[in-house]
């Protein structure tokens, strides 16, 4: 690894894990968790969820995995230029979206309507209660006992009511501290990631089209400029090229800008980083327009009818499992049915989140269907 910045989160200062363990030996606390999330049931689920659109829709398109691997690329190149500790940005992008609940958002907005009198549903919190409780691996502790910064980093945003459960890890949102500059770079990362590739995903389905896009300034720019170099390019290459290029002019702008921001506020060390303001950004210009891609997004993807309807069949499989659930516990598997005795409603929560889309799919036909097992 190139030497830390002094701003860096650098290994051997790191504030420790729940349960301490001996060394990692040839590896540094931060390569430990990555290879813990890696090897975890969690994140091979992770390969059947969904991103935008529902897993039997296209064997193309983003995963949560697929989504995952690319934010924690994106990163990592990030992080090297501004001389960030890079194995603790790619163990917070592996492990951001291990909570999140089979058919994305949707399944999301569905549970934590669900869950609404008992606390709500967010995948950023489920995420964390996955690494610290829900994964059964290790004979001395539940979870994964990751360290105090991957664990941060993996909680981007939490109500004060839910800070103060977290311990130490919600501490920041209470005093308004700022998290590390690796937990910066991969928050911004990540929506590099998903702008860019639901761009991508949306024209492969055909939901978004070429000439749609010419009103998004970021993607017109470098369309525009492709064709000027490629006059014959066409089709799955011309996509290609023209994201690649988006994708480049992004995270140039943010080591760019963010270097220009250290430089100003002169960090010293990482306290000196939760001490100030957030230093990792966009200038002003492309701030604007990824706003505007996401709002583009927003209008002509996500709302699309096509998108709408299968969203809407997911919302219901949602709602239909957890009140089966809840309202008859004994349909619950064993280990889920024991834990409900304890936790109640959570339990059900958990279970669910933990579903990938087919298996959801699958459950909801054997509770629902005659003749399904």
């Known amino acids: 690894m190139p030497e830390l910045a002094p701003y860096a989160v650098h290994p051997q200062a790191s504030r420790g894990r729940k349960w301490p363990e001996p060394p990692a030996g040839m590896r540094s606390e931060f390569q430990r968790d990555r290879d813990r999330i890696v090897h975890s049931t969690s994140f091979r689920r992770l390969e059947y969820k969904t991103q935008v659109f529902v897993n039997h829709e296209g064997d193309h398109f983003r995963t949560r995995l697929t989504h995952s691997l690319e934010v924690a690329q994106i990163a990592r190149s990030i992080s090297r230029s501004l001389g960030l ?99 910066q770079v991969t928050n911004l990362a990540d929506e ?24 998004v300034a970021l993607f017109d720019r470098h369309h525009r400029a492709v064709l000027e170099r490629y006059p014959a390019l066409t089709g799955r290459r011309l996509v290609h090229e023209t994201v690649r290029r988006m994708i480049d002019t992004l995270v140039a702008d943010l080591i760019r800008c963010s270097r220009d921001s250290i430089l100003a506020h002169r960090p010293g060390s990482v306290a000196d980083v939760r001490a100030g303001p957030v230093l990792i950004a966009f200038g002003p210009e492309l701030t604007a ?22 969203m809407a069949k997911a919302k219901r499989i949602i709602r239909e499992l957890y009140q089966a659930f809840t309202s008859e516990p004994s349909l619950l598997p064993p280990d889920y049915r024991q834990r409900h005795e304890r936790e109640g409603v959570r339990a059900v929560a958990d279970y669910i989140a933990g579903m990938t889309d087919r298996y959801a799919v699958k459950e909801h036909k054997r509770l629902f269907t005659i003749g399904e097992d």
């Open 289 to 310: 327009q990824q706003q505007a891609l996401k709002e583009f997004l927003r209008r002509h993807l996500y709302r699309d009818y096509r998108v709408n309807r299968m």
């Open 85 to 183: 500790n890079e194995d603790l940005v790619e163990a917070i992008a592996l492990a951001h979206d291990l909570g999140h609940t089979p058919f994305g958002h949707a399944g999301q907005e569905a549970l934590n309507q669900c869950m609404r009198e008992h606390g709500g549903f967010e995948h950023n919190l489920q995420s964390l209660r996955v690494v610290d409780a829900l994964e059964q691996r290790y004979a001395e502790f539940d979870g994964l006992n990751l360290t105090f910064e991957t664990r941060e980093g993996i909680v981007k945003h939490c109500s004060r009511g839910n800070a103060r459960e977290l311990g130490d890890v919600g501490k920041r949102f209470l005093t308004g501290n700022s998290p590390s500059l690796e937990a």
């Open 192 to 215: 590099i990631a998903y702008n860019n590739h639901d761009v991508d995903d949306g024209l492969r389905s055909g939901v978004l089209s070429l000439d749609q896009l010419q009103e």
